[in-house]
């Protein structure tokens, strides 16, 4: 049975990612800051935690997010979201690496956003931060596929029907994004789900370094 290590499995992408590895009858193990379930370990990860545990695919579905533009986001908020979206991530995997816990020609997805490519008011650091993950995810297919033929990819879902957009976006907002995307309908966290478990199972031969849309076409169609 393969085995998958995933972080943020509490939120709807990562729980829907979740549940879709399992599906597949893959051993989930969820990286936590509070362990409560047989199948967690604690966060921060260090080589005593990682003893003897190996994994064919890391999923990073974790992150934050803080709304302001760049004159109203102070450089401790902007550190803060680059420590939670890109640090986190970057000595997650230098953990993992050193302590031999991804398996030969394994697979590393990690979620990023639309907003990676893109940008809208008020999402400076966001924005900024999730640029980043780009870099991230080029950098670490190099290295880790130099070091064990490892792909990496990363995973842009545009805009989500789930409670976070419900709460977040206006009406007239979803509205506006229903009718700039082909086929008028949101992407799902199934989307989203099913997209991680493509890139990061056996379904996965050869791709590598690349950062893929789930956004049912949004961010490729222009209305005029």
């Given amino acids: 049975m393969p085995n998958l290590l995933i972080f943020g499995s509490t939120g709807t992408l990562g729980g829907a990612i979740l549940e879709k ?23 921060p990860l260090t080589a005593d935690v ?16 803080v709304n302001g533009s ?8 902007l550190n803060e979201l680059f420590e939670a979206n890109v640090t986190v991530i970057a000595e997650s995997i230098s953990t993992l690496m050193g302590a031999d816990s991804i398996n030969e020609a394994g697979k590393v997805v990690i979620l990023s956003s639309l907003w990676e490519q893109f940008t809208r008011q008020e999402k400076f650091a966001y924005s900024v931060t999730k640029a980043a993950v780009g870099g991230l995810v080029r950098s670490l297919a190099v290295d880790l ?16 029907n789930s409670p976070m957009v419900a ?5 007239e907002q979803v509205a506006n994004v229903l009718g ?17 478990y493509m890139f990061g199972s056996n379904l996965n031969t050869g791709i590598s370094g690349q950062s893929i849309f789930v956004d049912r076409g949004f961010s490729i169609a222009r209305t005029i």
């Fill in 21 to 43: 590895y399992r599906s597949e009858k893959w051993d989930v193990t969820c990286a936590v800051r509070k362990v409560v379930n047989d199948c967690d370990i604690q966060l």
């Fill in 50 to 65: 990682l003893a003897g545990k190996k994994f064919d695919a890391v999923v990073f579905a974790q992150g934050a997010n």
């Fill in 70 to 77: 760049a004159m109203q986001t102070g450089t401790k908020e």
């Fill in 145 to 160: 596929g130099r070091q064990k033929k490892i792909l990496v990819n990363g995973i842009l879902p545009g805009i989500v």
């Fill in 167 to 171: 709460r977040t976006l206006s009406p």
């Fill in 180 to 196: 700039q995307t082909p086929g008028g309908e949101l992407a799902s966290p199934v989307d989203v789900a099913n997209s991680v």
